[in-house]
């Protein structure tokens, strides 16, 4: 099977790219760590966790 992928030319198009699997990345995650069967304070733990992961990554 052959796909094409059109990527956007743009610098403010490929930003709005970005945000957007950015999101979508972050909601996945988010999900998955909510359908763990764990307490709800580990959970929350675990958010807050990937959380600071991500902010130390961005040099937030």
Same mark, same amino acid.
């Given at each position: 099977?052959? +796909?094409? +992928?059109?990527?956007?030319?743009?610098? =403010?198009? %490929?930003? %709005?790219? @970005? =945000?957007?699997?950015?999101? !979508?990345? &972050?909601?996945?995650?988010?999900?998955? !760590?909510?359908?763990?069967?764990?307490?709800? @304070? @580990?959970? =929350? =733990?675990?958010? &807050?966790?990937?959380?600071?992961?991500?902010? %130390?990554?961005?040099?937030?």
């Amino acid at each position: 099977m052959k +796909v094409t +992928v059109h990527y956007p030319n743009k610098e =403010q198009d %490929k930003r %709005k790219l @970005e =945000q957007r699997v950015a999101i !979508i990345h &972050s909601e996945a995650v988010r999900d998955y !760590i909510l359908n763990q069967n764990c307490f709800k @304070e @580990e959970k =929350q =733990q675990l958010i &807050s966790h990937v959380t600071n992961i991500g902010r %130390k990554g961005l040099g937030c």
